[in-house]
């Protein structure tokens, strides 16, 4: 019985439920006294003390019997005493799964003359679509049958207990029906659980964020030190074959954030002035029908989605710099097609809307009373901007560019296409570096194993990224918060 | 003041003094402040203009592939030499198509099959996807063995970028992936009308292929279907939800304070951190396929969520006390008043915000990288576990070859995108323009 059709039963139990609670409701009031719950509250009730209880049942039970079944299946493996025992126990673990996976698939009688060796397991289980790696043993086979045998055990036993707890529910939901149940109330209590649950979901996100780099970013610091990664000036990994112990690698963190940190700041250079300027021109002396056009084909660049900037900056910003530059030294293209420069004025443009419309809110955020002060003692009305209405407005400005500033900083996609993959530490903004986010994503495609360093130094790097933009974000709230001038 | 009058010679030079406040140089300065902020619009519309340019010009060609049309002898002497066909399906799916195609271009245009490197070179005029074509078609159908069958057959990626004029053929032969012997044949058939652009429904259902010709968007476009899908069904339940518990139950506490805080973190946290979080907790931990769509739904689910959260509450927000006092006030409990009363008159701009998320969700890129979309997927995906790929990602892998034909499939793409992006955000405008309310 698969676990779908055992939680399309219960909640046909529950609506099954929920009908024969309501219809109990309705022949229940004879109308002496007043009831105090509408039917349908009794259906509801009736459902969800069914439907609940079996669902969550299920959950625990699919999480709880998986881990059993696997420690059930570590200890009937032989001991080992190599040195790395977790990383050979885990392999041998996964040729196991894959070998039960396989034996799956068979039919009975094949399964009845099961082949006694690996050698020739193999090809029978391949001519099901199973392929698996020619390095398992004769001694996995009957750990496989074993797990089979007891996932299918605990599956038939879970599925039981469910239908049980589900029937169970219904009954005791049904049996409680009556003209003084308060059934509004406890599915009312009920509801508010599950949009408290729902809202607790944003914290579990920052914690699952937060504990999965950390576990992860130690398991790489017991391989590469701390200070190495921190302060290491060399960003060189080197792929090692699978399963080789060949060459560590250095991770060292500064060219890339070296890299990030310089792509951001052109971006920022190019933005910052051009938006802030949009904002100031489009608050304070378009025409309303200008600014009804204007703003939203601006927000249209926000809206274009990274890897379309990428695309732009790799098809034609980048090849358009190379021979601007080839045609100003006259054959030496000193700009390379990939380059802080391309990838810095790209982002810069993607930034352009972030900066423009929130300086929008916030300039025009400053009261007319101010201007009107202004502008009565003679005072121009660029004067009026630069001396009243942006001093007031600085502290939202600086917060948004705060917030841009880290937008910036977590930029993976243009970057990616754009600023190439060299991890060069340079100050030269016509050459190539790279930033933390393309390394992650290069440690990451490909093949994963989660126990070399060349795959959880990624991890380490996206912990620092996520330190990063949050000290900018929380940081940016301060100085809105303590410098915002409050107006009435 | 009686003085100056009746003395204008004495005053005369201090009237000057105080008459030059520099006028002149504030109002250039003026000036000045206003053509700074006219050239910023300038560059940020200038750049939207030549983005789009950019992607339209090199991908509107795209949407048009040159096919030529061919008689094809379904030979029974290649499809089946041995005549096994009714006991041995798989002879047909093996059969060796492309010499049928090959043969009837020859005939076409008058070349001897003996002639060992013209017929190469011509063999190289159509594309291998004339294999699965005819294999299609025979499978389908096997009465059609010993028949002449007229089609239109794809031609290769490179005739194809030189028939639409995108290689320079002024270069010589051999600096050029089109030879002129080829390039002959081509305004042959073109002159007799055997070869033509037709509408490219290939780049809507074909998966990935290494050959530009024969790759298609219909994986992504499944996957990217999936995946809105996923994150429609849990993103707005769980975000509806959250919001209404913080606007409309929650009071001031430690907790209630810790989950703002925390919404307003997510939604500023480099979408890449997101990736990692689905690699470490999906794959990893609960040990969901790698390049499932489930995974990636779940990603971006966990992704949209501070947007749709911030939207809801604002559009419950808006709805007035006076609504619920009035609920309230003839009986209803509190959980009534939400569901029957605030919730209906929010949901207009609870969709909005909801198509507006969306549309973020479909773009991006990054986390789906890392949780291994970027995947060569030919077949459909037929469940959310299957391995597939979305939309931005197949951009993104285009992105990455090298060939002609493939910047103007990626252009191409990105125009799909585009398009996409641009009917959600206009719907979210009309929705939100027909329905707003203002109290």
Redesign the interface.
């Known amino acids: 019985m698969s676990s779908m059709l055992v939680i399309v039963i219960v909640v046909a139990i529950g609506i099954v439920g929920f009908f024969l609670g309501r219809q109990r409701a309705v022949s229940k009031d004879d109308r002496s006294v007043k009831a105090h719950s509408l039917p349908h509250y009794h259906g509801w009730w009736v459902f969800l003390v069914s439907v609940l209880p079996a669902i969550i049942f299920i959950m625990v039970w699919a999480i709880g019997s998986g881990f059993y079944i696997e420690r059930q299946a570590v200890n009937s493996l032989p001991v080992h005493n190599s040195e790395s025992v977790i990383a050979s126990q885990s392999l041998e673990l996964g040729m196991v799964s894959g070998i039960a996976r396989g034996l799956d698939k068979l039919t009975d009688q094949e399964r009845a003359n099961l082949p006694t060796t690996f050698s020739e397991l193999r090809p029978l289980l391949s001519s099901k679509g199973v392929a698996l790696a020619t390095e398992g043993q004769d001694f996995m086979i009957p750990v496989a049958v074993q797990w089979n045998k007891s996932t299918a055990r605990a599956h038939n036993i879970g599925a039981v207990v469910a239908i049980v707890l589900a029937l169970a529910g219904a009954v005791f939901g049904l049996s409680g029906v009556n003209v003084r149940t308060r059934a ?1 109330n406890n599915v ?1 209590r009920i ?2 659980w ?10 579990l ?2 914690v ?2 937060v504990l ?2 950390l ?2 970013t130690i398991t790489f610091f017991q391989s590469v030190t701390p200070s190495s990664f921190f302060f290491g000036t060399v960003w060189d990994p080197r792929f090692s074959a699978a399963g080789g112990n060949g060459a560590q690698g250095q991770f060292g963190l500064i060219p890339l954030l070296a890299g990030t940190l310089y792509i951001a700041l052109v971006a920022m250079l190019f933005a910052v ?6 904002a ?3 608050a304070e ?1 378009a025409s309303r029908s200008v600014r009804s056009v ?1 703003k939203p ?2 927000e ?2 926000a ?10 900056a ?3 910003v980048g090849p358009f710099l190379r021979d601007l530059s080839a045609a100003i030294s006259g054959g030496y293209p000193f700009i390379m097609a990939q380059s802080v420069l391309t990838a810095g004025i790209v982002m810069g ?1 993607m930034l ?2 972030f900066v ?1 419309s929130l300086s929008d809110d916030i300039i025009t955020a400053v009261p007319r009373s101010l201007r009107d002060g202004s502008l009565g003692l003679g005072s ?4 009026t ?2 001396r009243v209405v942006l001093p007031a407005a600085l502290p939202g400005i600086v917060g948004a560019l705060l ?1 841009t500033a ?2 910036a ?5 243009i970057v ?2 754009a600023a190439g993959v060299a991890a060069n530490l340079n100050i030269n903004p016509f050459d190539a570096m790279t930033t933390i ?1 393309v390394k ?2 290069n440690q ?2 490909g093949d994963l194993e ?1 126990n070399s360093p060349q795959t959880l130094v ?2 380490a790097l ?1 912990l620092t ?2 330190f990063i ?2 000290a900018m ?2 940081f940016a ?1 301060y100085i809105v918060r303590k410098y915002r001038e409050q107006y009435e | 003041m009686t003085d100056t009058t009746l003395n204008p010679a004495a005053v005369a030079p201090a009237k000057v003094v105080r008459r030059d406040i520099g006028l002149k140089r504030r109002y250039a300065a003026e000036r000045r402040f206003k053509i700074y902020g006219i050239t910023a619009i300038a560059i940020g519309l200038f750049f939207l203009v030549a983005l789009l340019y950019s992607v339209i010009s090199n991908g509107y060609t795209a949407f048009w592939q040159t096919e030529v049309s061919l008689s094809v002898k379904l030979d029974e002497k290649v499809i089946d030499p041995t005549n096994k066909r009714a006991t041995d399906p798989t002879v047909l799916l093996t059969a060796n198509y492309p010499i049928l195609v090959r043969n009837a271009l020859a005939e076409k245009l008058g070349v001897s099959l003996d002639d060992k490197p013209a017929i190469r070179e011509l063999s190289k005029l159509v594309s291998d996807g004339s294999r699965s074509q005819l294999r299609e078609l025979v499978a389908g159908n096997p009465a059609l063995i010993g028949t002449t069958q007229t089609l239109w057959v794809l031609t290769g990626g490179d005739i194809d970028s030189a028939f639409k004029g995108q290689i320079d053929l002024s270069v010589d032969q051999a600096n050029r992936k089109v030879s002129d012997r080829q390039v002959a044949w081509m305004n042959t058939l073109a002159k007799e009308g055997a070869m033509a652009q037709r509408f490219n429904s290939g780049l809507f259902t074909f998966g990935a292929s290494s050959r530009p010709e024969t790759s298609g968007l219909g994986v992504a476009l499944i996957g990217s279907l999936y995946m809105m899908l996923i994150v429609l069904c849990l993103s707005l339940p769980i975000g509806v939800a959250a919001s209404i518990y913080l606007e409309e139950y929650a009071k001031k506490s430690r907790l209630t304070d810790i989950i703002e805080v925390n919404i307003n973190n997510l939604a500023a946290v480099p979408s890449i951190v997101f990736g990692l979080l689905g690699l470490a907790v999906f794959i990893n931990f609960f040990g969901l396929p790698r390049s499932a769509s489930l995974v990636g739904g779940l990603v971006l689910t966990l992704m949209t969520l501070p947007t749709i959260i911030i939207a809801t509450r604002a559009a419950l927000r808006a709805v007035p006390p006076s609504i619920r006092s009035a609920a309230l006030g003839i009986g209803a409990s509190k959980t009534q008043m939400v569901f029957h009363h605030v919730l209906p008159l929010a949901a207009p701009g609870i969709l909005t915000g909801t198509i507006i998320g969306l549309a973020h969700a479909l773009g991006e890129t990054a986390p789906l990288l890392l949780i291994g979309m970027v995947a060569f997927v030919a077949n459909y995906p037929v469940t959310p576990l299957d391995p597939s790929t979305a939309l931005p990602v197949q951009i993104y892998m285009w992105a990455n070859e090298a060939e002609r034909a493939f910047v103007e499939r990626t252009s191409g793409a990105i125009i799909v995108l585009l398009l996409f992006l641009a009917v959600m955000n206009i719907g979210a405008i009309i929705l939100r323009r027909r329905f707003e309310r203002r109290w």
């Open positions: 509004r009312e509801i508010l599950g949009l408290l649950a729902a809202s607790t979901i944003a914290i996100t920052t699952g964020i999965s780099m576990f992860q002035p051009v938006g802030l300027f949009a100031i021109y489009m002396y204007v084909l601006l249209v660049l809206g274009i989605p990274t890897i379309v900037y990428g695309f732009f790799l098809v034609t443009v352009i809307p423009s121009t009305k660029s004067e901007v630069r917030l880290s937008r900083i977590g930029e993976t996609m990616v296409l986010t992650i994503v990451l495609t989660f990624a991890f996206g990224l996520f933009t949050l974000n929380i709230l």
